[in-house]
């Protein structure tokens, strides 16, 4: 059974270009979270839907930080225009949110270098 | 908001030996979930151990156990027997109902030693 699966696993950019992380969570999952993680600032949680909706995006940084779930099986967290600051490794993960005692699984995460 | 503290940065434990890592957070939820997460050097986050704040009893997964304790809104984490392939950063998670967010805390970053 596959897990959460992102991509890129790895992204190198410039300053200033527009990034797209993309996830697909485990089958059957109706909740899905976009994380990022920081040495300086630690698991932060950018956004998270249910059952494709966003329900909280208190989290995402600014306007530059967009997060999309057109169906079940796809999300992507887009970043335009990119800077350094945005460096960092993005996780995803994805719950059975009431049917479950509420455990998150992750993908492996997708470590992004903006120069 | 829930919060989640970590007090400890770092700790070190020789193998075979038994570590406890501290968890503290802050709510005003009755009912809600707690975890620990381990993240290897290969970065993936895989669940510990939960505990589901109704149930007195505390959870235990082979060499895993925590030490809940409601009114002190303490959720430690004991390992027995520590291995090599324990050493990671671990982290303390709050989740105030099934649907909603999980809130981290910043992690303890555990050594085992030969």
């Known amino acids: 059974d596959a897990g959460v699966i992102q991509s890129p696993r790895h992204e190198v950019t410039e300053m200033g270009q527009e990034v797209t992380l993309r996830c697909k969570p485990i089958?059957?999952?109706?909740?899905l979270f976009w994380y990022r993680q920081t040495m300086m600032r630690g698991l932060e949680l950018l956004i998270y839907f249910n059952n494709n909706v966003p329900i909280d995006d208190s989290g995402m940084p600014e306007d530059r930080f967009s997060a999309k779930m057109p169906n079940a099986s796809f999300s992507t967290l887009k970043i335009q225009p990119s800077e350094p600051r945005d460096s960092a490794v993005y996780f995803c993960a994805s719950s059975q949110g009431s049917m479950n005692t509420g455990e998150l699984f992750f993908g492996e995460g997708s470590r992004l270098t903006v120069l | 908001a829930q919060t989640v503290t970590q007090s400890q940065p770092e700790m070190s434990v020789q193998e075979a030996e038994t570590v406890t890592l501290s968890c503290t957070y802050d709510?005003?939820?009755?009912?809600?979930?707690l975890f620990w997460y381990k993240q290897p050097p290969s970065r993936q986050m895989i669940l510990v151990i939960r505990q589901e704040a109704y149930k007195q009893q505390n959870a235990t997964e082979n060499r895993f156990s925590v030490n809940f304790q409601k009114a002190a809104k303490s959720f430690s984490l004991k390992i027995s027997d520590s291995q090599l392939g324990d050493t990671a950063m671990y982290f303390c998670?709050?989740?105030?109902?099934?649907?909603?967010?999980?809130?981290f805390g910043a992690g303890t970053r555990l050594t085992v030693k030969p």
């Open positions: 089958s059957g999952h109706n909740s």
């Open positions: 998670a709050f989740m105030k109902s099934r649907n909603n967010d999980m809130r």
């Open positions: 709510t005003s939820e009755s009912n809600y979930y």
